[in-house]
T-cell receptor, first 110, second 114 residues
Framework: DSGVTQTPKHLITATGQRVTLRCSPRSGDLSVYWYQQSLDQGLQFLIQYYNGEERAKGNILERFSAQQFPDLHSELNLSSLELGDSALYFC?????????FGPGTRLLVL | AQSVTQPDIHITVSEGASLELRCNYSYGATPYLFWYVQSPGQGLQLLLKYFSGDTLVQGIKGFEAEFKRSQSSFNLRKPSVHWSDAAEYFCAVVGRGSQGNLIFGKGTKLSVKP
């Protein structure tokens, strides 16, 4: 158990819809990272928050957004969903030297 | 551009045999280097990491990795594979001056024959 929690575990939705994925970092960690794992793109970094502020951005689509709240949990919002957004979404907490990954949210867009 | 290459998509070894998974990186300066393992339906677990110093690093589950600067490589090894090692293995790098976002290779899937 990494100490990072993610909800929900699975999500099935339709194209055009909007979903929110939630992540709680390990106790004491200020950084949250979001990654997407898909068959064609592999594991890609999406976005990082540190203590409520956006710190780094990767290959995140404009339809996707994230935020980190005062209690340090983070949410990843995916809107106008397309079939190609079906993937496993991980969040991780930690920092430069070590990141601990949550179990992921598997999103299926039908 | 920064990148990580894992040239072997799928490797099959017999239980008890030795294992080496290859990883090469392309980066401006020596990054921090990591190996993660992902079991089916699971998240990513850190096996080991290299920052500096001794180029042979030990990790969990009997794994080790050797950093070779001249070859820009960070290969993962295990002397004797167990059936429970069947999983997907990812090599990753982080730039020393970065915010910590990992750049991953495409992964190597390991199958273990009884």
């Amino acid at each position: 158990d990494s100490g990072v929690t993610q909800t929900p575990k699975h999500l099935i939705t339709a194209t055009g819809q909007r979903v929110t994925l939630r992540c709680s970092p390990r106790s004491g960690d200020l950084s949250v990272y979001w990654y997407q794992q898909s068959l064609d793109q592999g594991l890609q970094f999406l976005i990082q928050y540190y203590n409520g502020e956006e710190r780094a951005k990767g290959n995140i689509l404009e339809r996707f957004s994230a935020q980190q709240f005062p209690d340090l949990h983070s949410e990843l919002n995916l809107s106008s969903l397309e079939l190609g957004d079906s993937a496993l979404y991980f969040c991780a907490s930690g920092g430069l030297e070590t990141q601990y990954f949550g179990p992921g949210t598997r999103l299926l867009v039908l | 551009a920064q990148s990580v290459t894992q040239p072997d998509i799928h490797i099959t070894v017999s239980e008890g045999a030795s294992l080496e998974l290859r990883c090469n990186y392309s980066y401006g300066a020596t990054p921090y280097l990591f190996w993660y393992v992902q079991s089916p339906g699971q998240g990513l677990q850190l096996l080991l990491k290299y920052f500096s110093g001794d180029t042979l690093v030990q990790g969990i589950k009997g794994f080790e990795a050797e950093f070779k600067r001249s070859q820009s490589s960070f290969n993962l090894r295990k002397p004797s594979v167990h059936w429970s090692d069947a999983a997907e293995y990812f090599c990753a790098v982080v730039g020393r001056g970065s915010q910590g976002n990992l750049i991953f290779g495409k992964g190597t899937k390991l199958s273990v024959k009884p």
